[in-house]
């Protein structure tokens, strides 16, 4: 089965703001996409339908980190914008029983439920080791027959989901979006061997976008060195005719 929409997505350019075409690799995948037949036709699900949704830990008093020992917690600000976690860097506290339910694994997702953004974070086999996730941040853990963590993350950050988040989210100065919210988020959920297609381009976009900003940033530095090389030949150059002239 083949997918015309694929085929014109591999071959044309970008929206008319855009100017770049898309990547070698990212066109590459899609007309293999395409020609295979592995995207196909999707459903719309509600999130509570294809994973368990629970809050973070809701500690009672201000956390004690300890040095040696303990268990290491994820919260709110440990989360960078681009969804590194520093797990090294994480602060540890005094291990008690009632923290084992809020441990997350590999193949958990967590979502930001307050701030400017609410975003979802798949976590890697980074978290091999036991981390507690605090409040507000919540736990998902998907049904992986249904829908990968990856693509879990990825379908919540798009626009129809944030757009949505903006209609249902409470609060002006502290804006949260509220358990009941994200149960009845819709979602679209294509084949599990389309939600790898689709996480493996934005992993290739994602990778494009960052080589292509250490190059900008390469240059700029390269034109600031042949800059001040310059400034300071001129002035050399100058000093020199100086004393020529005396």
Request: one cysteine or more; hydrophobic letters at 40%; charged letters at 25%.
């Amino acid at each position: 089965m083949h997918c015309p929409v694929l085929f014109r997505l591999a071959n044309d350019v970008p929206p008319e703001n855009l100017s770049v075409q898309l990547p070698t690799d990212v066109r590459s995948v899609l007309l293999s996409s395409a020609a295979t037949g592995r995207l196909q036709r999707a459903i719309d699900m509600r999130l509570a339908d294809v994973c368990t949704i629970s809050t973070g830990y809701t500690p009672r008093t201000r956390f004690q980190s300890v040095e040696v020992g303990g268990v290491p917690i994820v919260q709110l600000g440990d989360l960078s914008p681009d969804g590194h976690i520093d797990v090294a860097g994480l602060i540890k506290v005094p291990h008690n029983p009632g923290l084992d339910r809020y441990m997350v694994r590999p193949g958990d997702v967590l979502f930001r439920s307050r701030g400017a953004r609410n975003t979802a974070y798949a976590l890697s086999e980074e978290f091999k080791d036991p981390v507690v996730a605090v409040s507000p941040l919540y736990i998902l853990r998907p049904n992986r027959s249904l829908i990968l963590p990856n693509y879990l993350a990825w379908i919540i950050n798009q626009g129809p989901a944030q757009r949505y988040f903006d209609s249902t989210a409470r609060g002006t100065n502290m804006r949260m979006v509220p358990k009941t919210s994200l149960d009845l988020l819709e979602i679209r959920l294509p084949a599990i061997k389309s939600q790898e297609s689709i996480v493996a381009l934005d992993a290739l976009a994602e990778r494009e976008l960052r080589l292509s900003n250490l190059a900008t940033q390469k240059r700029r530095q390269l034109v600031s060195h042949l800059l001040v090389n310059w400034l300071n030949k001129v002035n050399d150059e100058t000093s020199e005719q100086e004393e020529d002239d005396d």
